[in-house]
């Protein structure tokens, strides 16, 4: 774990991010609904930490993740990059930013362009972010592709003669080309095999390590988010339902929606079982959260007050926060 | 985590590297009916640039003396026509002529085309506009389109390969526009975009490398569409003039000697069929070649 690197310098602060999609029908195409992939989401994000965020399919973990680098722009709230207001700036004015915010995406066989050598795809950060010669650019492309593990004669192969780890490492290479400091990791192992998540994982840890990045780190695994990460967000329905220090989530989580999650990880631990939780029903959907608590459709413990108002965003203990009205 | 116990990194060596121009050839020419069809555009290519070295005659210099000879005359294999000049000459200088309208036409007609699709596709707001644009020469008949612009423009040769151009450009303006709404939903160009490269850069370098199959077979294809309309124009009068030797034009001023010298007109016409036929096989077979999907062995 990189515990040791975490400092309390917030590098990235939200508050209360949203991110809605209209919902466009009938002869005129008016808006007749938001999808609220993102709702109301306020953290801060330490230099050097790694924070992971989990959540079911459709909770807006990825459309989060999108939101804060800027390819998608948030529909309202405050995301301030080192001491820098960057909801409110255009495209051009983001270009600065860009270069300290990267992406490594899920799937390593489509973030690649398969018509473009790998060399030159990792070369492109290079061009549009620096006045590097071709010579350096190509010096430091063959640097980057031993640094994630990969050859130098890789440089002029095309995607499809590697292998999904391999891609995936070309995807991080790209990623960290420009130096950023802040990168957002989307699933970035659940499309591989489990042998080469643990490499991928490692290397990520390594890079991490020497350039003193700051992760974000989405996942639905929590196996994964466990070993990797220090600060844990857990979502629903695009909001925010529990955020606390990794362990303490895991041994001591406080929304039932958190509680529910935890029982479901596979223990390897004969004789030794604990209750499963089992939600019911379906993840309502976005365009029409239920009111009061997001939750209360499927929540063990819902009331009439659950149903009627919503919960307010508490720090329960120290660094320990849950929406919750009854923990 | 297993994390630990992988100390060692394990990494496959990439497999042999595969030139994909050559893997397609190969997929090309596993059917017989595009090897005839490259066969015959090759025949037409090297004809059309080496033809004063296959023309045994001036293709415009008359003899009236030697007027109306059967093919199979000394000297003059494919006879000649009613002014006396050479069919073979006039038939491979026409290879020339057809060859340059056919990718005159088909290079200006993918420009426009490609830049107007490229907007369109990526451009949401533009699209409307472009599409409309698109569909107004869309309501046009090919041929009539093609005589309004050369009525405009005047009778020539260049302003055919103009009219048959524009006429090209909305059908490849959709294809690509086709083409660029599903790459750009693609996570690389969304890389891309998080990398903070400009549109530009994305378009040129990203998007239309990767429409470039459809496009390919487009072009293949509509070069036998464009030196069929050529010769048809040219056979309406509103081509290629007299004494160019143009196969279109060469059925046309053999109409009035159908009776007494077919071979006036089956010459050329012959020509423009092979051809046609050349392109068209090309284009189905270049079709299959570029679609991974299709199982070549069947």
């Avoid at chain 1, 988010?225 to 629903?236: A, P």
């Avoid at chain 2, 190969?26 to 066969?39: Q, Y």
């Avoid at chain 2, 012959?270 to 299709?294: E, H, K, Q, S, Y």
Wanted: proline share 5%; aromatic share 8%.
């Amino acid at each position: 774990m990189s515990t040791v690197n975490v400092s309390h310098q917030v590098l990235y602060s939200l508050k209360n991010v949203k991110k809605h999609y209209p919902i466009k029908g009938g002869i005129f195409k008016t808006v007749k609904n938001h999808v609220k992939a993102v709702d109301g989401i306020s953290l801060d994000i330490y230099k050097g930490e790694t924070l992971g965020v989990v959540g079911e399919s459709g909770c807006g973990k990825s459309t989060l993740g999108r939101t804060i680098l800027g390819l998608e722009s948030a529909t309202e709230g405050e995301m301030v990059f080192k001491g820098e207001n960057i909801s409110t700036k255009s495209q051009r004015q983001l270009k600065p930013f860009k270069r300290e915010m990267q992406m490594i995406f899920q799937d390593p066989y489509a973030s690649l362009n398969p018509k473009q050598q790998i060399g030159q795809a990792i070369e492109e950060a290079l061009i549009i972010h620096t006045d590097l010669s071709s010579a350096e650019r190509r010096e430091k492309v063959v640097q980057l592709l031993k640094e994630v593990g990969l050859k130098e004669e890789h440089y002029e192969r095309y995607p499809h003669e590697f292998s999904g780890g391999q891609r995936q490492r070309i995807g991080i290479a790209r990623a960290i080309a420009i130096n950023p400091s802040f990168i957002v990791c989307d699933e970035p192992v659940s499309a591989l095999d489990v042998s080469v998540q643990a490499q991928v994982i490692m290397l990520l840890e390594d890079l991490q390590k020497k350039h003193g990045l700051t992760y974000l780190f989405v996942s639905h695994d929590l196996g994964v988010v466990r070993h990797l990460c220090d600060r844990v967000l857990v979502m629903y329905l695009g909001q925010m339902v529990e955020l606390a220090p990794v362990e303490r989530l895991y041994e001591n989580p406080l929304h039932p929606y958190t509680e529910a999650l935890i029982s479901a990880i596979p223990r390897p631990v004969v004789g030794q079982r604990r209750e499963r939780i089992r939600l019911k029903g379906d993840l309502p959907s976005p365009a029409d959260p239920p009111a009061g608590c997001a939750f209360h459709t499927r929540c063990p413990l819902a009331t009439e007050l659950c149903r009627a108002e919503r919960p307010e965003w508490r720090e329960v203990e120290e660094g320990h926060f849950a929406a919750c009205h009854y923990r | 985590m297993p994390a630990e116990t992988a100390t060692k990194e394990l990494i496959l060596p990439a497999k042999k590297k595969e030139w994909e121009i050559g893997r397609i050839f190969k997929r090309l020419i596993k059917n017989k009916a595009a090897v005839i069809g490259l066969i015959i555009i090759i025949l037409q290519i090297v004809l059309a640039v080496f033809a004063p070295a296959f023309a045994a005659h001036n293709p415009v210099k008359q003899d009236l003396s030697l007027a109306e000879l059967p093919p199979g005359t000394d000297g003059h294999w494919l006879g000649t026509d009613n002014y006396g000049r050479d069919m073979w000459s006039r038939l491979v200088y026409g290879a020339r002529i057809s060859l340059f309208v056919g990718i005159g036409a088909v290079a200006l007609g993918l420009a426009g085309g490609i830049t107007l699709g490229l907007l369109s596709g990526y451009y949401r707001k533009l699209d409307g506009i472009i599409m409309r644009f698109v569909d107004l020469l869309f309501a046009f008949p090919g041929i009539l389109l093609a005589m309004l612009i050369i009525a405009i423009l005047g009778t020539s040769l260049l302003n055919v390969v103009i009219a048959i151009s524009i006429w090209s450009i909305p059908t490849c303006a959709r294809i690509v526009r086709g083409s660029v709404l599903s790459v750009k939903k693609q996570e690389y160009i969304l890389a891309m975009k998080s990398l903070g490269a400009s549109d530009t850069r994305i378009l040129i370098k990203h998007i239309l490398p990767n429409c470039m199959a459809p496009i390919i077979v487009f072009a293949t294809m509509r070069m036998a569409t464009a030196i069929l309309s050529t010769a048809s124009l040219s056979f309406l009068g509103l081509g290629a003039q007299p004494p160019t030797p143009e196969w279109g034009a060469m059925i046309s001023a053999g109409q009035d000697f159908m009776w007494t010298s077919p071979h006036m007109i089956v010459i050329p016409g012959i020509a423009i069929m092979c051809v046609v036929f050349a392109f068209n096989v090309v284009g189905d077979a270049l079709r299959d070649a570029l679609d991974p999907g299709m199982n070549l062995e069947n």
